[in-house]
């Protein structure tokens, strides 16, 4: 059985550019959320996905959005990225929502 | 929405001391998981346990959903026991029933 995996592990972006990150879910899961986690804090939710549809959102601006494929694997899009975002961004995958939730190892994101 | 409050934040053991970390929630609880996130920044599941105890090796979790409290044990602390323990709760109801909410973690140091 393969994890939740993310990609790319570490990435750093200029002030004002784009990103995108994915995250492969767990073979069976078809709700994947995202949290973003910054230095020496706990994770924030940003938003989850439920069977392709956005099923939730915490409070992040819309430049954050997000997608969900037909297989479940996802993708977290940042546009216009600020010195803030900089942070490791997690997903995790489950087999419903609120159900337990399995990490992949994470994206490291700096913004310079 | 849901607080989440850890205890301590920081904590320095001997090896092969035992230790106690505490959660407390403000609300009922659908889903609580206890986490360690490791120095590379992945979260590691080690309980699902939104009520009862449960107990994994040298790790022991008790939740005591009524009393919105729970409790991860650690005996016979090793080094490789060191990092950041989070808890991390879903509501029962309402908006955000579908996020996890973290607490902001416990540092724990496990030295020779």
């Known amino acids: 059985e393969t994890g939740v995996t993310q990609s790319p592990t570490h990435l750093i972006k200029t002030r004002g550019q784009q990103v995108t990150l994915r995250c492969s879910s767990q073979?069976?899961?078809?709700?994947v959320s995202w949290y973003q986690q910054a230095l020496g804090q706990g994770p924030q939710f940003i938003f989850q996905?439920?069977?392709?549809?956005?099923?939730g959102r915490g409070n992040f601006p819309p430049r954050f959005s997000g997608l969900q494929f037909p297989n479940y694997s996802s993708e977290l899009n940042v546009n216009a990225l600020e010195l803030d975002d900089s942070a490791l961004y997690l997903c995790?995958?489950?087999?419903?929502?609120?159900?337990?939730?399995?990490f992949g190892q994470g994206t490291r994101l700096t913004v310079v | 929405g849901i607080q989440v409050e850890q205890s301590p934040p920081d904590l320095i053991l001997q090896e092969g001391a035992n230790s106690t970390l505490r959660c407390n929630f403000s609300?009922?609880?659908?889903?609580l998981q206890w986490f360690h996130q490791n120095p590379w920044g992945q979260l590691i599941n080690l309980f699902y346990?939104?009520?009862g105890t449960k107990q994994n090796g040298r790790l022991s979790a008790t939740t005591v959903a009524t009393e919105r409290y729970s409790l991860l044990y650690i005996s016979s602390s090793q080094t490789t026991d060191s990092g950041v323990y989070f808890c991390?709760?879903?509501?029962?109801?309402?908006?955000?029933?579908?996020?996890?909410?973290f607490g902001k973690g416990t540092k724990l140091s496990v030295i020779p």
């Open positions: 995790a995958s489950s087999l419903a929502p609120g159900g337990e939730a399995f």
């Open positions: 073979s069976g899961h078809n709700t």
């Open positions: 996905y439920y069977r392709e549809e956005e099923n």
């Open positions: 609300d009922s609880v659908n889903n």
């Open positions: 346990i939104p009520s």
């Open positions: 991390a709760v879903n509501p029962l109801a309402g908006a955000g029933s579908y996020q996890l909410t």
